[in-house]
């Protein structure tokens, strides 16, 4: 029927995700080898760029360049250098000067491990490193130098003082403040959407995707980023409270602004339910054969349990 259409027919969306995240595990792994003398540099890189994440933001490009009928191997770089942006931001954000944590993905954080200053360093390295490798990587893969260049541009604009950038130090700022919902909303589209946005794009741009197509990305990966961070909002309420129980009453998240805070459990649920719908109904202009892996990537943000 129409809806098994829609998802592809016997697409296994699990495999897909694990075929791809290990191709860019392994694209990553080339791209940033132990150099003499500063080991330790590309040590601490490594240890944050290899150490998991579920590689979502690489497979939105990779399945974005798919979308738009685009040869995979041109999305390999734009792919590895979202995954290098979102390692450095993480480095970054867990530093004494920023969110201060000690763990990230069950590990001891960058600083951690390495000192405040090498991880510091090796954040920027990350970021130098995401830019270059879309320039080589471009060019090695036969991309029309004008798509590179634009994919640069949009990179560059997600990370900087209209992107994370602008999205963290809004959200330092709102520390220990009451929160609006259209200062949540800031944080979040910045932080957190303009990235997997980026990453979307990027794949669409590098496939050859046209300027309506590369919008239309623009839209559902804003909404799977926005979608995201309504879904983990809901899931520590959920996870809060099953822990309740268990820790005597502390609040895990006293201290922070979230979507059922400001509008409810139900209303963020609905909100969530919206930005799903928004999202798929962008995918409707394209062959159902393309567009399944975004379809099923969005409804496995939305539907995620943890
Ligand atoms: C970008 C120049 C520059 C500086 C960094 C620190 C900072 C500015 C921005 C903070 C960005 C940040 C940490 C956003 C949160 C993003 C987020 C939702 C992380 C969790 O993503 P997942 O679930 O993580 O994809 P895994 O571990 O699976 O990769």
Redesign the pocket.
């Known amino acids: 029927d129409q809806e098994e259409g829609r998802l592809g027919f016997g697409f296994d969306f699990e495999q897909y995700m694990a075929s791809k995240a290990a191709a860019v595990n392994e694209a990553l792994d080339r791209a940033l080898p132990l150099r003499h003398p500063a080991e330790r540099l590309h040590e601490s890189m490594r240890y944050s760029l290899l150490a ?3 590689r ?2 690489p497979v939105l490009a990779l399945a974005a360049c798919e979308l738009v009928g685009g040869d995979e191997a041109a999305a390999a770089p734009v792919a590895c250098a979202v995954e290098m ?2 390692a ?3 480095v ?2 867990d530093l004494p000067c ?1 969110d201060d944590d000690s763990l990230r ?1 069950g590990r001891p954080t960058n600083h951690v491990a390495f000192g405040v200053s090498t991880a510091l360093l090796a954040g920027d390295a990350l ?1 130098a490193l995401a830019f270059e490798h879309v320039a080589r990587g471009c060019a090695g893969t036969g991309v029309p130098a004008e798509r590179a260049l634009r994919a640069v541009a949009e990179l560059g604009n997600a ?2 003082a209209q992107g ?2 602008a ?2 130090v809004v959200d330092l700022a709102s520390e220990g403040a009451p929160v609006a919902l259209a200062t949540l909303e800031y944080i979040h589209v910045h ?2 959407a303009r990235l997997l946005e980026a990453a979307a794009v990027c794949g669409a741009i590098v496939g050859g995707g046209g300027e309506a197509q590369v919008e239309s990305v623009r839209r559902y990966a804003r909404c799977v980023g926005l979608l ?2 309504v879904v983990d909002d809901v899931l520590d309420v959920t996870r809060t409270s099953e822990q309740l129980g268990k820790t005597a009453g502390k609040d895990l998240a006293a201290d922070k602004a979230t979507y059922p805070k400001l509008m409810g459990v139900d209303g963020a649920r609905a909100y969530a339910a919206e930005l799903l719908a928004s999202a798929e109904a962008e995918l409707d202009q394209f062959a159902s054969h393309h567009a399944a892996p975004l379809r099923h990537l969005a409804r496995f943000i939305a539907y995620r349990q943890n």
Do not use: C
Request: proline share 0%; aromatic share 4%; net charge positive.
């Open positions: 998991g994440g579920k979502v933001r942006v979102h450095m931001s993480l970054h954000d920023m993905r970021l990370v900087g994370l950038a999205g963290q932080k957190t995201f961070q």
